[in-house]
């Protein structure tokens, strides 16, 4: 993805990791996954997420952190014929929930029931 791309994605975020709240050793997580040298159709920005990389790692790690972040909408199951801007993300530092769009704008949404 491009540097523009990726400096978009952080401005949107508010330059923090969406879960924890940290500024430091900022990354993109991809919410569906590209795989090795997968689409870049996939680079849009409502399937791009800031996260350190502690809690990037995590997400590819660990089955039992996946899972929250599918709670979460921060990783999504790429084999669903889902569309990343359909599923919320909540901004846990912000304590609120965004559908994020690809014109890298965000709009503030009441939590999803399953999560609440």
Do not use: I
């Not at 039992?64 to 014929?81: D, F, I, Q, S, V």
Request: charged share 30%.
């Amino acid at each position: 993805m491009s540097r523009q791309t990726r400096e978009r994605v952080f401005e949107r975020d508010g330059y923090v990791c969406v879960d924890c709240g940290t500024p430091y050793a900022l990354t993109v997580q991809h919410r569906a996954g590209r795989g090795m040298g997968g689409s870049k159709h996939l680079d849009r920005m409502s399937n791009l997420l800031t996260m350190c990389n502690v809690h990037n790692c995590l997400l590819e790690e660990s089955a039992k952190y996946a899972e929250t972040g599918r709670e979460l909408g921060w990783k999504l199951h790429r084999n669903r014929l889902v569309s990343p801007a359909d599923v919320p993300v909540f901004h846990r530092p912000l304590r609120a929930w965004f559908y994020l769009e690809d014109d890298g704008s965000r709009m503030q949404v009441e939590a999803p029931d399953e999560a609440a």
